[in-house]
């Protein structure tokens, strides 16, 4: 059975940097991956998306901020994040899709920004 484990949330100081990862165990053909994030009160929203080819596509409010990456060999996805704001704190979900399961989420992980 695949799962997915995220690492690397936390919490910082406006300004600074913080580093996602997420890991599909197992290894099972992946398409795209992406991270999304859900702010109390509000919907889950996408952050970032990287398809299989490297195309991606961001959030208007991470663009120049936040990088989105993939390592094939580790089916892991990274989201470096800088400049962080008070507003991207969230709790951040990975999601991937896989070619024969579909799609699974992450447990999430907690970002919090300070002013």
């Known amino acids: 059975q695949v799962q997915l484990v995220e690492s690397g949330g936390g919490l910082v100081q406006a300004g600074e940097s913080l580093r996602l990862s997420c890991e599909a165990s197992?290894?099972?053909?992946?398409?795209?991956m992406g991270w999304y994030r859900q702010a109390p009160g509000k919907q889950r929203e996408l952050v970032a998306r990287?398809?299989?080819?490297?195309?991606?596509n961001y959030a208007d409010s991470v663009k120049g901020r936040f990088t989105i990456s993939r390592d094939n060999a580790r089916n892991t996805v990274y989201l470096q994040m800088n400049s962080l704001k008070p507003e991207d704190t969230a709790v951040y979900y990975c999601?991937?899709?896989?070619?024969?399961?579909?799609?699974?989420w992450g447990q999430g992980t907690q970002v919090t920004v300070s002013s």
């Open positions: 197992g290894s099972t053909a992946i398409d795209a």
């Open positions: 999601n991937i899709v896989f070619y024969i399961l579909g799609s699974l």
């Open positions: 990287i398809r299989n080819g490297d195309g991606t």
